[in-house]
């Protein structure tokens, strides 16, 4: 949908008569700023995820060593 350019001057006009930037204060409970705190984070687990993933694998693989070591003896 495209505005003609008086529809946009008259809501440009209005926007400005209401200016709805004075009235945000953003957040005000501390539930609220605990969630917007987080706009900003990208995750970023995978990597820690990873190398947990690397360290049990290394100890299964120690713990199969040694199982198969004790049933050779």
Excluded: Y
């Excluded at 953003?26 to 990873?50: D, Y």
């Amino acid at each position: 949908m495209t505005w003609s350019p008086e529809r946009k001057a008259k809501q440009s006009q209005a926007i400005r008569q209401w200016q709805p930037w004075s009235k945000s204060t953003g957040p005000t409970t501390p539930q609220g700023k605990a969630r917007v705190c987080k706009n900003a984070w990208k995750g970023g687990l995978r990597p820690e995820f990873r190398e947990i993933t690397r360290q049990i694998r290394e100890g299964l693989a120690e713990s199969q060593k040694l199982l198969n070591w004790m049933n050779e003896t």
